[in-house]
């Protein structure tokens, strides 16, 4: 048996320029969503509970390893990076992802992002 667990690299802090409104995210401001991070910690309780394998994944870029190696570091047995372009879409990451997670008995997703808390990934990657 194996769990997977898609994991989002957001934005975690959104600057807004207060003469335009313009956000801007900063340098340094980047690191697993913290639905991610619940849905993590969940899996791998699950995991060690029913001794099973719980694997992550994400769509991003290669900054995006800094958050891998934390759920490595937290117990999962494997992580992926998924490459995407910059503003790829929740059906193209969803699909990307289910390239991924095709074999997992079980994927467990956060609900909502915290750049974007649209929660469509999950639904999409159901789909």
């Excluded at 999962?76 to 390239?99: D, M, N, Q, W, Y």
């Amino acid at each position: 048996m194996r769990i997977a667990v898609p994991v989002k690299w957001s934005a975690l802090r959104t600057e807004f320029d207060p003469l335009t409104g313009e956000p801007t995210t900063l340098d340094g401001r980047f690191g697993l969503d913290p639905a991610s991070s619940s849905a993590l910690e969940w899996a791998l309780s699950l995991g060690a509970q029913r001794d099973v394998e719980v694997n992550v994944i994400t769509v991003g870029p290669a900054a995006a390893e800094a958050g891998l190696r934390s759920a490595l570091a937290a117990g999962a047995a494997r992580a992926a990076r998924i490459e995407a372009g910059s503003g790829a879409g929740s059906p193209a990451v969803a699909a990307a992802l289910a390239g991924e997670t095709g074999d997992a008995d079980l994927i467990v997703c956060g609900a909502w992002s915290e750049d974007g808390g649209s929660g469509s990934i999950a639904p999409a990657l159901a789909a």
